[in-house]
T-cell receptor
Framework: DAGVIQSPRHEVTEMGQEVTLRCKPI?????LFWYRQTMMRGLELLIY????????DSGMPEDRFSAKMPNASFSTLKIQPSEPRDSAVYFC?????????????FGPGTRLTVT | GDSVTQMEGPVTLSEEAFLTINCTYT??????LFWYVQYPGEGLQLLLK?????DKGSNKGFEATYRKETTSFHLEKGSVQVSDSAVYFC????????????FGKGTKLTVNP
């Protein structure tokens, strides 16, 4: 299996621009998670989906952030407008809820720099 | 709420030294416990897990035992290698059967030759 795929791997943008991060989960997995990792705050869960439906978005920092999962094989995390404090590594992870083992498989991450 | 506390890092060891990274947790019920590892520039990878009290998870020479009486899940390895240099995260499942994982802050391990 190819594992969780994220794109782009690196993104540099200017403050105020829109940023879209993309994720393709492992085939057959029905849960998808978006995380943000910074030195100051560590690893934070932003939102997670089950069967393409958002279950918990309590970690989304503010209205500038939005996430969608239009189908089982694709999800996006959008930041509009971006700010320097959004600079972080964003990870996508997927799991198969049916196994009830709760193991999450992480992608390689997108390193976002907002100048 | 549920939480995980890991020992502060960074930890620096010489090759072949014994490793212990402490992890304690606070949770209601009986969570599953995990250790994840993050190598430089990569995402987190599951290292080992334990789903009930007294279970021992093991992988790649690493071990951790689910201790309910001390609410701990310490990670150990008898002889570390340079290739074990990474950040290690302890995690648990949130109560109520949620799929959410609660992560510790991570412990950075550096192994010198």
């Amino acid at each position: 299996d190819a594992g969780v795929i994220q794109s782009p791997r690196h993104e540099v943008t200017e403050m105020g621009q829109e940023v879209t991060l993309r994720c393709k989960p492992i085939s057959g997995h029905n849960s998808l998670f978006w995380y943000r990792q910074t030195m100051m705050r560590g690893l934070e869960l932003l939102i997670y989906f089950n069967n393409n439906v958002p279950i918990d978005d309590s970690g989304m920092p503010e209205d500038r952030f939005s996430a969608k999962m239009p189908n089982a094989s694709f999800s996006t995390l959008k930041i509009q407008p971006s700010e320097p404090r959004d600079s972080a590594v964003y990870f996508c992870a997927s799991s198969n809820r049916g196994t009830r083992t709760y193991e999450q498989y992480f992608g390689p991450g997108t390193r976002l720099t907002v100048t | 709420g549920d939480s995980v506390t890991q020992m502060e890092g960074p930890v620096t060891l010489s090759e072949e030294a014994f490793l212990t990274i402490n992890c304690t947790y606070t949770a209601t019920g009986y969570p599953s416990l995990f250790w994840y590892v993050q190598y430089p520039g990569e995402g987190l990878q599951l290292l080992l897990k334990a789903t009930k009290a007294d279970d021992k998870g093991s992988n790649k020479g690493f071990e951790a035992t689910y201790r309910k009486e001390t609410t701990s899940f310490h990670l150990e390895k008898g002889s570390v290698q340079v290739s074990d240099s990474a950040v290690y995260f302890c995690a648990l499942t949130e109560k109520g059967g949620s799929e959410k994982l609660v992560f510790g802050k991570g412990t950075k391990l550096t192994v010198n030759p």
